[in-house]
């Protein structure tokens, strides 16, 4: 077997490609195919080129050690259930997330072309990275795209003290012809628990409102956080945004709760068990894809019309700073941090783990 990468230092900077073939390769070592090392290496590289650190490459030691230990499986048996007309559910069989996470937001846009809305719901997947990468795919096929993810345990219901839902992520994308996509994408939480961890590897304070320690008070401490749980969007009423998605991505795909999910760091074999929820909107279907790109043409100038409280703060269209970040990140490369050159030196002690030969032999 060939020998291990060499991964870049704290203060290099590295081209996108550079990170994904270093990232593509690991998986490959890890018993990944090469076309499913790749999809999983562009899209953490595309979230940590949106400057979404937290759910990029950061993400890599945990998807190789789930491999290793076999709480993922390498090689999926991807199996489409009760297909219809415009629905059908995915067994993920223990995938990567974002493995499973493509094949369905793949089926969900054939579905819409041919029925003009397509629905995949997915069991028995993985943490499936950022989810705007997935509308994007959806967007470039010029569907309205929508996805949902349940995850692991970390927000109390309203007024209790035990976690029971993830911080379960929405994301929303609308097709432009005049600029990139519009792009939603946000945590039904205030921070998260990437996010948390990513502060806690930096040893850096969190905002007060993120999270609450384990006695069930607001923390700065990334660390007492952790050991606590997230604060919802919206305070009170926003645990019942999280109950939303949880509601949308199990009871549809007959997944598994939230309260039993595994998060990707756990160091057991056993299968996370995360569900998602994919939709598509073909625009024909609807008032056609010129109606579209005018209301959202329309939209888009009305928000970008809006005077700003201080100038040097312009009114921002949802995904115009992912967008900027990434055309940045494609002309002059990503910056390489202490935690993003630790994690990947870290991915690559995982990947050796496979190999049972020493790095570089």
Known sequence: MHALPLTPLPGDTAR???LAGLAADLLVRAGLGCKAAR??????VFAQASGIESHGLMHLPAYINGLRRGALKARP?????????????LDGDQAPGILAALAASDRAVALAKEAGVGAVAVRNSGHFGVASYFVHRMVAENQVGLVFS?????VAPR?????LFGTNPIAAGFPRVDGPPLVIDLASTLGSRARIRK???????IPADWALDAAGQPTTMPEAALQGSMQALGGPKGTLLCLLVELLCVSLSCGTIGAKVRPPQDSS?????VSHLFLAFDPEGFGGAAALADKIAEIAAAIEAVDPVTEDLPVRLPGARAAAARDLAERKGILVSAALANALAKARDEAAAFAHLPIGA
């Open 16 to 18: 996108l490609s550079q």
């Open 77 to 89: 048996n991807f199996m489409f259930e009760g297909e219809r007309s415009a629905a059908a559910t």
């Open 159 to 163: 007024g209790g003290r035990k976690a």
């Open 199 to 205: 502060a806690a590897a930096e040893r850096e304070a």
């Open 150 to 154: 349940n995850a692991s345990p970390s």
């Open 269 to 273: 074999s056993k299968a996370a068990g």
């Open 39 to 44: 999809a999983m290496a562009d899209c953490l």
